[in-house]
């Protein structure tokens, strides 16, 4: 809406000016990202102002400048190609000559004015040139704006003038998309006119593992694969078209109109929807990413159980549910959707279809977009014809029942019409529609039962949006019989971290960003178009849009151009761990700490002073070494280190200036894995035999046995041993006992050292609610030892000669260690349970002790706390499941491969864990709770409550044994 001036305010600026003053302005638009903390950082002799969003920002400037005359004014708020947000309206190039009595009055007595715009965009392609050079002409300033992101480290010179350096340098930007590389028809291959088969490219789908781009043709009616490296280069690998084969390009005969592409989870299929062909194709994808044709389904054709599928007129649309278990296709022609049952092998079979008027789904006329919930309980399909969402819902055997239809002009939903795709957010409380012959993306919000209700809506032109798909046949003149018109289409995703969505426009040729609040609320942040001066060239027709799974890229079909564009994703960089490194264990008296801090991505600008130590130590940080390009041992020492007593860890310092390559800064948040060092008050005073267990006479024995003899303590306790020498205390071992010696009698919980040596002094502590006992030692015989910790806990310690390892369990209970076990291996397991619930512990096989799981297709290793490292662990799940009864022992016995790792999880309350709460023996899978402890010799014993319970890890206690 374009603002008209009061008469007031023009005898306003007519009249009489306050004197000019030197000190700058600055007017803040009030949705500006991180608004306080800019505000905070301004230089001395600068004044702020915030617009109120809710009027005119034009006329509130004007008002302020009246009052206090300057000649420096910049404009901070978010921009787009010619123009920015300003309080309540948009000073944009189509407004600037109405306000131009605004415009003159900012600096009419001043020389040689300035106005600066520290705006996103606001300078890029021919509308950004035009505004401003007529800024500068209704001004009568020097204006300065950029045509690139602002912020995020990339700030013009006039930044520094306004905000302190620590600022510019803590202040993260919302993500941008930066231009990498395009692949255009006919420059692959060789230019292999057989190969080259991009022309009407539309729908685009990326690899799980993000190996692999899949591109569909509509024009050429062809699936083209690409192949993408661990730097999102992108590489020809295969194509396959409608017809017959030629030469070494496969041939599919269901591909005309090819329109619609979908992976499944898995990796090993690939399905194509065709309009021309009324068909979905079905490929299967080989070890090292090839495609061949493994099943086509037409429409009036049967199944492999003859089932007549007749409900594939104009399929355009498909997508394939997060568990595997189904493939939904929707028809432009038929107005339907319809459900195949997918199997092991991914070959599909029809399970129902649901075509416009049929059980009370009525809004499904020229259905053209499917999306899944994340849980997959409901399926929403937009429909082109009837400008309408509607909902299904699924349940647990994958039928679809109607829920709702929402339409397009009912109520407060006005921007439905040419609704062409759909998708949902990761966290299940949004759902998003692209609306082409609208031009508009529609927010609703999914409530509680499933139901949506209107939320947001954002149209073309608004905050520099371009959303109108256009209102052209997009197959016109291309000789393609029998393919149904699909105009003013575009396409809608959301980026896998939930932050972004992207939104592709046909007739505007570009695709534009949108941030997404905590809300699921949308903000424009950027728009990018074909030519527009930031290297993306083949952008006409811009249709399909995916993001790689790693979040890192972003690739767009160019219908017209018959091109593909990838784009980075300009992500801040993330800290994610802080690690004990040297020495590894929790305890120590050492006087040199060595932290290792791991990065999600390579990091630049790493030094001594990017980091600072916690716990009130005068110790400093004494060295930084680049273990790789995202991982940095720092070394803390000095200062009282040495005889310190408590709690030491590591910290990023203020004002650090780490970045990515590309010059993002770290970002703020928190490490999901923070350690820290406990240290006991220096080096220990000479020891003697009142204060540890000194081993003499040693002989052939080789191993030291500790035996739980009564622990009476009201809470789980830890056993720490320690190697000590006049110098230094290291701990060597730990187990954990549990309150009250809470095992059944017919357990007598113990734990071997291996590997003890003759004039070994050892040491153990018992910690119970950061209580530490020392034990005191006292002999029992020539070989046996007492030892009390003065709380009512004693062990008995002695030695004894043993020719295998007897405690198979590792690092805490994390895993069970087969490797020195060959062929069949017998365990026998006694279970015992005290718990209010009736949960079970499972198994699975890893390839490595720490729980990484060897990915055979990608080559890649999947660790505790990994994405998909649960479903990955629950694919190598052992039929095995260990059960009790509360006061009862319970006996199993099961046979395993040896030669390997396994590790343990817990089903809280039971039942299938791919649903259920599971906990793992790895910390790093439970945000880092340790739910599993070692509590003696091939005995562990699991918490099964959330954020660790009552944490008496008696819940369920398994011993096992290999007979």
């Given at each position: 809406?374009?603002?008209?001036?009061?008469?007031?305010?023009?005898?306003?600026?007519?009249?009489?000016?306050?004197?000019?003053?030197?000190?700058?302005?600055?007017?803040?638009?009030?949705?500006?990202?991180?608004?306080?903390?800019?505000?905070?950082?301004?230089?001395?002799?600068?004044?702020?102002?915030?617009?109120?969003?809710?009027?005119?920002?034009?006329?509130?400037?004007?008002?302020?400048?009246?009052?206090?005359?300057?000649?420096?004014?910049?404009?901070?708020?978010?921009?787009?190609?010619?123009?920015?947000?300003?309080?309540?309206?948009?000073?944009?190039?189509?407004?600037?000559?109405?306000?131009?009595?605004?415009?003159?009055?900012?600096?009419?007595?001043?020389?040689?004015?300035?106005?600066?715009?520290?705006a996103c965009h606001v300078a890029a392609g021919d509308a950004g040139v035009e505004f401003v050079e007529t800024l500068a002409r209704l001004t009568g300033a020097q204006v300065t704006a950029s045509a690139t992101v602002v912020g995020n480290g990339q700030w013009p010179p006039v930044a520094a003038r306004t905000f302190q350096p620590t600022v510019l340098a803590q202040y993260?930007?919302?993500?941008?998309?930066?231009?990498?590389?395009?692949?255009?028809?006919?420059?692959?291959?060789?230019?292999?006119?057989?190969?080259?088969?991009?022309?009407?490219?539309?729908?685009?789908?990326?690899?799980?593992?993000?190996?692999?781009?899949?591109?569909?043709?509509?024009?050429?009616?062809?699936?083209?694969?690409?192949?993408?490296?661990?730097?999102?280069?992108?590489?020809?690998?295969?194509?396959?078209?409608?017809?017959?084969?030629?030469?070494?390009?496969?041939?599919?005969?269901?591909?005309?109109?090819?329109?619609?592409?979908?992976?499944?989870?898995?990796?090993?299929?690939?399905?194509?929807?065709?309009?021309?062909?009324?068909?979905?194709?079905?490929?299967?994808?080989?070890?090292?990413?090839?495609?061949?044709?493994?099943?086509?389904?037409?429409?009036?054709?049967?199944?492999?159980?003859?089932?007549?599928?007749?409900?594939?007129?104009?399929?355009?649309?498909?997508?394939?549910?997060?568990?595997?278990?189904?493939?939904?296709?929707?028809?432009?022609?038929?107005?339907?959707?319809?459900?195949?049952?997918?199997?092991?092998?991914?070959?599909?079979?029809?399970?129902?279809?649901?075509?416009?008027?049929?059980?009370?789904?009525?809004?499904?006329?020229?259905?053209?977009?499917?999306?899944?919930?994340?849980?997959?309980?409901?399926?929403?399909?937009?429909?082109?014809?009837?400008?309408?969402?509607?909902?299904?819902?699924?349940?647990?055997?994958?039928?679809?029942?109607?829920?709702?239809?929402?339409?397009?002009?009912?109520?407060?939903?006005?921007?439905?019409?040419?609704?062409?795709?759909?998708?949902?957010?990761?966290?299940?409380?949004?759902?998003?529609?692209?609306?082409?012959?609208?031009?508009?993306?529609?927010?609703?919000?999914?409530?509680?039962?499933?139901?949506?209700?209107?939320?947001?809506?954002?149209?073309?032109?608004?905050?520099?949006?371009?959303?109108?798909?256009?209102?052209?046949?997009?197959?016109?003149?291309?000789?393609?019989?029998?393919?149904?018109?699909?105009?003013?289409?575009?396409?809608?995703?959301?980026?896998?971290?939930?932050?972004?969505?992207?939104?592709?426009?046909?007739?505007?040729?570009?695709?534009?960003?949108?941030?997404?609040?905590?809300?699921?609320?949308?903000?424009?942040?950027?728009?990018?178009?074909?030519?527009?001066?930031?290297?993306?060239?083949?952008?006409?027709?811009?249709?399909?849009?995916?993001?790689?799974?790693?979040?890192?890229?972003?690739?767009?079909?160019?219908?017209?151009?018959?091109?593909?564009?990838?784009?980075?994703?300009?992500?801040?960089?993330?800290?994610?761990?802080?690690?004990?490194?040297?020495?590894?264990?929790?305890?120590?008296?050492?006087?040199?700490?060595?932290?290792?801090?791991?990065?999600?991505?390579?990091?630049?600008?790493?030094?001594?002073?990017?980091?600072?130590?916690?716990?009130?130590?005068?110790?400093?940080?004494?060295?930084?070494?680049?273990?790789?390009?995202?991982?940095?041992?720092?070394?803390?020492?000095?200062?009282?280190?040495?005889?310190?007593?408590?709690?030491?860890?590591?910290?990023?310092?203020?004002?650090?200036?780490?970045?990515?390559?590309?010059?993002?800064?770290?970002?703020?948040?928190?490490?999901?894995?923070?350690?820290?060092?406990?240290?006991?008050?220096?080096?220990?005073?000479?020891?003697?035999?009142?204060?540890?267990?000194?081993?003499?006479?040693?002989?052939?024995?080789?191993?030291?046995?500790?035996?739980?003899?009564?622990?009476?303590?009201?809470?789980?306790?830890?056993?720490?041993?320690?190697?000590?020498?006049?110098?230094?205390?290291?701990?060597?071992?730990?187990?954990?006992?549990?309150?009250?010696?809470?095992?059944?009698?017919?357990?007598?919980?113990?734990?071997?050292?291996?590997?003890?040596?003759?004039?070994?002094?050892?040491?153990?502590?018992?910690?119970?609610?950061?209580?530490?006992?020392?034990?005191?030692?006292?002999?029992?015989?020539?070989?046996?030892?007492?030892?009390?910790?003065?709380?009512?806990?004693?062990?008995?310690?002695?030695?004894?000669?043993?020719?295998?390892?007897?405690?198979?369990?590792?690092?805490?209970?994390?895993?069970?260690?087969?490797?020195?076990?060959?062929?069949?291996?017998?365990?026998?397991?006694?279970?015992?349970?005290?718990?209010?619930?009736?949960?079970?512990?499972?198994?699975?096989?890893?390839?490595?002790?720490?729980?990484?799981?060897?990915?055979?297709?990608?080559?890649?290793?999947?660790?505790?706390?990994?994405?998909?490292?649960?479903?990955?662990?629950?694919?190598?799940?052992?039929?095995?499941?260990?059960?009790?009864?509360?006061?009862?022992?319970?006996?199993?016995?099961?046979?395993?491969?040896?030669?390997?790792?396994?590790?343990?999880?817990?089903?809280?309350?039971?039942?299938?864990?791919?649903?259920?709460?599971?906990?793992?023996?790895?910390?790093?899978?439970?945000?880092?709770?340790?739910?599993?402890?070692?509590?003696?010799?091939?005995?562990?014993?699991?918490?099964?409550?959330?954020?660790?319970?009552?944490?008496?890890?008696?819940?369920?206690?398994?011993?096992?044994?290999?007979?």
């Amino acid at each position: 809406m374009v603002a008209s001036l009061h008469t007031s305010a023009y005898r306003r600026f007519l009249g009489q000016q306050n004197p000019i003053d030197e000190i700058a302005l600055v007017f803040f638009d009030s949705r500006v990202d991180n608004l306080p903390l800019l505000l905070a950082g301004l230089r001395p002799g600068i004044t702020a102002h915030i617009l109120d969003p809710d009027r005119d920002g034009i006329e509130q400037i004007s008002e302020i400048v009246y009052q206090q005359p300057t000649i420096s004014l910049t404009l901070v708020g978010h921009g787009f190609p010619g123009g920015l947000q300003l309080g309540a309206t948009h000073l944009e190039l189509g407004n600037l000559e109405a306000y131009a009595l605004h415009l003159g009055s900012w600096f009419q007595a001043a020389t040689a004015p300035r106005l600066n715009l520290l705006a996103c965009h606001v300078a890029a392609g021919d509308a950004g040139v035009e505004f401003v050079e007529t800024l500068a002409r209704l001004t009568g300033a020097q204006v300065t704006a950029s045509a690139t992101v602002v912020g995020n480290g990339q700030w013009p010179p006039v930044a520094a003038r306004t905000f302190q350096p620590t600022v510019l340098a803590q202040y993260p930007s919302t993500l941008v998309l930066t231009f990498q590389d395009d692949i255009k028809d006919g420059t692959f291959d060789g230019g292999n006119p057989d190969s080259n088969r991009l022309f009407g490219a539309a729908g685009v789908a990326i690899s799980p593992d993000g190996s692999q781009i899949f591109v569909v043709s509509a024009v050429e009616s062809a699936i083209s694969v690409f192949n993408r490296d661990a730097s999102g280069n992108i590489s020809f690998s295969q194509v396959i078209r409608d017809g017959s084969d030629i030469g070494n390009i496969l041939g599919s005969e269901l591909l005309a109109g090819a329109f619609g592409v979908a992976v499944s989870p898995d990796g090993n299929q690939v399905y194509v929807a065709s309009t021309g062909d009324d068909s979905l194709s079905v490929f299967s994808r080989d070890g090292a990413g090839g495609l061949t044709e493994q099943q086509s389904l037409r429409n009036t054709r049967p199944d492999p159980n003859n089932n007549v599928v007749d409900s594939l007129a104009g399929a355009v649309d498909v997508a394939v549910s997060a568990d595997g278990s189904q493939v939904f296709v929707v028809s432009l022609t038929d107005s339907a959707i319809t459900v195949f049952d997918r199997d092991g092998a991914g070959t599909l079979t029809l399970r129902q279809s649901i075509k416009d008027g049929q059980g009370g789904a009525n809004q499904l006329f020229g259905a053209a977009g499917v999306a899944l919930s994340p849980g997959g309980d409901q399926v929403y399909v937009v429909s082109h014809v009837d400008s309408a969402i509607t909902v299904f819902n699924r349940d647990s055997s994958g039928n679809l029942t109607f829920r709702q239809s929402i339409k397009d002009e009912q109520g407060a939903v006005q921007s439905l019409f040419g609704a062409s795709s759909v998708a949902a957010s990761a966290d299940g409380n949004q759902v998003y529609v692209a609306s082409a012959r609208d031009a508009a993306i529609t927010v609703f919000d999914r409530n509680a039962d499933g139901s949506l209700s209107f939320a947001q809506v954002i149209g073309d032109g608004e905050n520099g949006a371009q959303l109108f798909g256009g209102d052209s046949d997009i197959f016109a003149g291309t000789g393609i019989t029998g393919v149904p018109e699909i105009r003013g289409f575009s396409q809608v995703t959301i980026s896998p971290d939930d932050k972004q969505i992207l939104v592709t426009s046909f007739a505007e040729n570009g695709v534009t960003v949108f941030d997404r609040d905590t809300a699921g609320r949308l903000t424009v942040n950027q728009v990018i178009q074909d030519q527009d001066g930031n290297g993306a060239n083949q952008l006409a027709g811009a249709l399909g849009v995916a993001v790689s799974p790693d979040d890192q890229q972003v690739v767009i079909t160019g219908f017209t151009d018959a091109a593909i564009a990838a784009f980075n994703r300009d992500l801040a960089p993330s800290l994610l761990s802080i690690a004990r490194q040297q020495p590894t264990t929790a305890a120590t008296t050492a006087d040199s700490l060595v932290f290792r801090v791991t990065f999600d991505e390579a990091v630049l600008n790493v030094d001594a002073t990017d980091f600072t130590a916690t716990g009130g130590t005068t110790a400093a940080i004494t060295n930084v070494v680049a273990v790789s390009a995202s991982a940095y041992d720092v070394t803390l020492g000095g200062g009282d280190l040495a005889n310190f007593s408590g709690v030491v860890g590591l910290d990023l310092a203020n004002g650090q200036n780490i970045t990515d390559p590309v010059g993002n800064p770290l970002g703020t948040q928190a490490p999901v894995t923070d350690e820290t060092y406990t240290l006991n008050g220096g080096n220990p005073a000479k020891l003697t035999s009142l204060s540890g267990l000194e081993v003499t006479g040693l002989g052939v024995a080789n191993t030291l046995r500790l035996q739980v003899d009564q622990a009476a303590i009201a809470t789980a306790g830890e056993i720490l041993i320690f190697s000590a020498d006049a110098n230094s205390r290291t701990q060597i071992a730990s187990f954990s006992i549990l309150a009250g010696g809470q095992l059944p009698e017919r357990y007598s919980p113990a734990f071997s050292l291996d590997g003890v040596q003759e004039g070994q002094f050892l040491e153990f502590d018992l910690i119970v609610e950061d209580v530490v006992y020392q034990a005191t030692p006292s002999p029992l015989n020539d070989t046996q030892i007492s030892l009390d910790f003065g709380n009512g806990t004693q062990l008995t310690a002695e030695t004894f000669t043993r020719d295998a390892t007897t405690n198979l369990l590792l690092e805490d209970a994390t895993a069970i260690d087969l490797t020195g076990q060959t062929g069949t291996v017998n365990v026998v397991f006694a279970v015992y349970r005290d718990a209010s619930i009736d949960s079970t512990v499972g198994l699975y096989a890893t390839d490595f002790s720490d729980g990484g799981i060897l990915d055979g297709l990608t080559g890649e290793i999947l660790r505790p706390g990994d994405a998909g490292y649960k479903a990955a662990a629950l694919a190598n799940q052992l039929d095995t499941q260990l059960t009790g009864k509360n006061g009862q022992v319970n006996q199993f016995s099961a046979a395993f491969t040896g030669g390997g790792f396994l590790g343990t999880f817990l089903v809280a309350g039971g039942g299938d864990p791919a649903t259920s709460t599971v906990y793992f023996s790895y910390a790093g899978e439970n945000n880092n709770n340790d739910h599993a402890k070692l509590l003696g010799d091939n005995i562990f014993g699991y918490e099964d409550l959330g954020n660790l319970g009552d944490r008496d890890f008696n819940d369920i206690v398994v011993e096992f044994a290999v007979v």
